[in-house]
């Protein structure tokens, strides 16, 4: 049995902690996700001296391979943040991680979110302007490289597109946006202006997803042929969003940035003007992955759904999503609900095929192991190539304080782990995948055009839901 591979240095995810000198000391694991002694053995082999004081703060980047390479002051990319709220501060926390990464500005039209993300960086030796309006960082920052943006679906368009047309790079998270045309002039002014744009479908870059879709699905064949796919991501029932009352944004701020009231501009994913709801949010995750493991987009979609739970939100609180793909080997399905009333089996994502299936979660206690059908092809030959795991063997007997109850018949198959850990913040390898793009013209593991497709089956559900009839997709209508 071969061992664990960890990516992302030490087996245990470490977590930044708010204090700067733990980082700058060199104390913790290094931002490049090797464990220090990995990155001085690097650092040694690449024929470099670091002095202990300088690890973080000083002139090296390490590569993905584990490679030492001194970082001229030409790598060092200066990145500007629009939007810090709840997901932009994660994003801040992984590139404090990322050797080379200057946080250069930071707006965020929230006075709260501005206070705390521009004072999380500082910890770390970071000194970002900060700013209100995207428009005056955009005329005020001169040499910046790369922008992020973090804010509500509905401004993603405005925002990108700014900073595309000010000659900037811009990672934007997902969904794109809640308007198809709007996702459509993204992908149109990425191109114009031949600036990388990279969507936040963050499980593109993930290697555990990448060794399960494209090593074991789809190169090794391991599940035989893919007929189903099923994803969940279930939520428990949760009031609206507050917010601490000294915070509360004047009526003309608000007004001037769109948004109708404190509860909208906290709630926006509940209101069709600034989101898409639950299957966009949630869903835009998961079923981006069916069209990766399907090597197609779907054809047909069926979907049921509704407000059925909460009142005064817009969006539907529960779908259940059905679409229909042909794939190289034949027709295949898969079935997708997003549930906010109960968080029943959590949020993960299962492929069967005529040999086994595959359970996977971003969170891998949810799922990072296959199962094997009876009459499937021995995966012991896998297990020696060190693809996946030896099989823990499930529960055979259960006994009872009166009963011996024999569950051999019921007991599922056992599971067979997958190998590859990731000890990095989900989020990382995929804004890592964006600076290497930016600096050594690596492909963008998920390009606008990319998330522009599955904007569209994503977005298209809540048409299926309204109508209540089956929609039928035209290739041409994934492509920008
Ligand atoms: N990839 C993921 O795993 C993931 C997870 C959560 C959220 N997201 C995405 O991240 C984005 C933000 O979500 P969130 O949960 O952080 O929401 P949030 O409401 O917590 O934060 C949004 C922030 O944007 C700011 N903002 C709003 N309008 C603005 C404007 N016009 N200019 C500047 N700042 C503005 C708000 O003040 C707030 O601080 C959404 O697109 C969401 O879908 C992605």
New binding site residues.
């Given amino acids: 049995m071969k061992k664990k591979i960890t990516i992302g240095g030490e087996k245990k995810e470490e977590k930044i902690k708010v204090e700067s000198s733990a980082r700058s000391q060199g104390k913790t694991e290094n931002t490049a996700g090797l464990s220090r002694r990995d990155f001085l053995k690097a650092t040694a082999a690449a024929g470099l001296s670091v002095a202990t004081g300088k690890l973080f703060g000083g002139p090296l980047l390490l590569t993905d391979e584990g490679k030492a390479k001194v970082v001229m002051p030409s790598d060092e990319l200066r990145v500007a943040f ?9 994003l801040l926390d992984c590139c404090l991680r990322i050797p080379g990464i200057k946080i250069a500005a930071i ?4 006075e ?2 501005r206070t705390y993300a521009s004072g999380y960086a500082k910890k770390y030796g970071q000194s970002p302007n900060v700013y209100e ?2 428009r005056d960082m955009l005329n005020s920052e001169k040499d910046l490289d790369a922008v992020i943006v ?4 509905w ?2 368009a ?2 990108t597109n700014a900073c595309l047309n000010h000659g900037l790079h811009v990672y934007c ?3 794109m946006s809640n308007s198809l045309e709007k996702a459509r002039s993204m992908v149109e002014t990425a191109r114009r202006t031949k600036k990388l744009l990279q969507i ?3 499980r593109r870059s993930n290697p555990r997803y990448i060794h399960a879709i494209e090593k074991l699905i789809h190169e090794r064949q391991l599940l035989g042929r893919v007929m189903i796919a099923y994803a969940q991501w279930n939520r428990a029932k949760a009031d609206m969003l507050g917010w601490p009352k000294k915070f509360t944004i004047d009526p003309q701020t608000l007004h001037k ?3 109708g009231s404190m509860e909208e ?2 709630n ?2 509940w209101f069709r003007k600034y ?1 898409g709801g639950p299957i966009v ?1 949630l869903g835009s ?1 998961q079923i981006d992955l069916f069209s990766w493991v399907f090597r197609n987009n779907p054809k047909t979609a069926v979907a049921s759904g509704g407000v059925d739970y909460y009142r005064n939100r817009e969006w539907y609180d529960n779908v259940m999503v059905i679409y229909e793909y042909d794939t190289p080997e034949g027709v295949a399905r898969a079935f997708y609900q997003v549930q906010t009333t109960t968080s029943h089996g959590g949020f993960y994502e299962t492929f069967m095929g005529d040999n086994g299936s595959l359970v996977i979660s971003e969170v891998p206690q949810k799922g990072n192991w296959a199962y094997r059908e009876a009459h499937a092809p021995d995966w012991e030959p896998f297990v020696r190539e060190g693809l996946i795991l030896s099989e823990a063997p499930p529960i055979q007997k259960v006994e009872t304080r009166n009963v011996f109850v024999d569950v051999r018949v019921t007991a599922e198959a056992g599971r067979w782990p997958l190998p590859v850990e990731l000890a990095k913040p ?2 990382q390898p995929h804004l890592e995948n964006f600076f290497d793009a930016i600096r050594r013209g690596v492909p963008l593991n998920c390009p606008a055009e990319l998330a522009y497709e599955t904007a569209v089956a994503v977005l298209k559900v809540n048409e299926a839901v309204r109508t209540k009839s089956l929609l039928r997709f035209r290739p041409e209508e994934f492509k920008v």
């Fill in positions: 629009i939007g810090v709220g709840e997901q932009g501060r994660i707006c965020d039209i929230w709260y979110s309006d995207y973090a804010t509500p679906d401004v993603h405005e925002h998270e997902k969904e936040g479908h963050q940035y769109g948004y501009f906290r926006w994913r989101g949010d995750h989900a989020h």
